[in-house]
């Protein structure tokens, strides 16, 4: 969201950290103790022939082996949200490369996935070569978040007067401030009792040591796009005092406890980087 372009695809710009945490997502399904299972990640990549190589199972090399196991529990703790909420209804943020419509059983849910039109179309079409079908009712939903989105979303069908999961994974370090507010403004006027919200955050006192420890690893170099100028520095409210001043009722995890309560243990280099997130729950009574 940090990338001044209106609109990209999968092979650049922000479209580019989509397929790397699909490459992350493909490595972790390759674990035998895997926490998620994800078997179109590396149909993803291999469709998208990115401009560097991309893992699309186990891999030697120690920074998506690395990176790998903190994707994986996100992304755990992400489908567990999504699982364990009774709301009939699901939306997806910036849904990039997300899955979770085709590899979860959420039948009888309707599931919005918003994220820009290209990237949504080459995912229908990786989907459509694979003839597969999702477990719900899948919507696309082509808007730009740093615009009026819930227009679009409710043109596709969605009810703010049903509850909603509403998930915003990985995507707050790559939004300015001011986006961001009006992100989170937006949800909470379109969110019934009953609504749930999850949030991965890193706060901006720790973001730039993140993205300085991303530099030393070669993030960037694997991706093939400079991570750092898409990431926002701005300024903007802690979510977790916004939402608990609006009523939500709010639980916060590190990445480090909830590994641990998975029989994990994250890699030092990824403690550097995104250790000090916090992975954040709040429902709406």
Same mark, same amino acid.
């Given at each position: ?16 950290? %989509? ?6 997502? $493909? ?30 199972? %186990? ?18 703790? &992400? ?63 082509? %808007? ?13 069908? &969605? ?32 969110? $019934? ?40 520095? +701005? ?13 939500? +009722? ?28 916090? &992975? ?6």
């Amino acid at each position: 969201m940090g990338t001044p372009d209106r609109e990209w695809d999968i092979v650049s710009g922000i479209g580019l950290t %989509a397929l790397g945490i699909a490459a992350c997502r $493909a490595v972790e399904t390759a674990r035998p103790d895997r926490l998620i299972e994800d078997p179109f990640a590396a149909e993803f990549i291999r469709a998208a022939r990115p401009p560097r190589p991309l893992p699309t199972g %186990a891999t030697d090399d120690p920074v998506w082996a690395s990176m790998s196991p903190y994707m994986g529990l996100r992304s755990r703790y &992400f489908d567990e949200l999504v699982t364990g909420s009774p709301a009939p209804q699901v939306v997806i943020l910036a849904a990039g490369l997300d899955a979770r419509a085709y590899r979860l059983d959420l039948t009888g849910r309707d599931v919005y996935e918003v994220d820009q039109p290209r990237v949504l179309e080459f995912k229908q079409d990786v989907f459509d070569g694979l003839a597969a079908k999702p477990r719900c009712t899948r919507h696309a939903v082509a %808007a730009d978040l740093r615009e009026n989105w819930s227009a679009a979303l409710e043109q596709s069908g &969605f009810d703010r007067t049903r509850p909603t999961v509403w998930l915003a994974e990985g995507l707050l370090i790559y939004l300015p401030g001011p986006v961001e507010e009006q992100l989170f403004d937006l949800i909470a006027a379109c969110s $019934a009792p009953g609504s749930r919200i999850g949030v991965e955050r890193l706060a901006g006192e720790n973001l730039a040591g993140a993205s300085d420890h991303m530099q030393h690893m070669g993030t960037s170099e694997r991706l093939g796009v400079q991570l750092t100028d898409l990431f926002s520095p +701005q300024a903007r409210r802690n979510p977790v005092d916004w939402l608990t001043g609006q009523g939500w +009722q709010v639980t916060v995890s590190t990445p480090p406890e909830y590994a641990a309560r998975h029989g994990r243990e994250l890699p030092e280099m990824v403690l550097k980087t995104t250790g000090n997130s916090q &992975f954040i729950c709040a429902g709406l009574p």
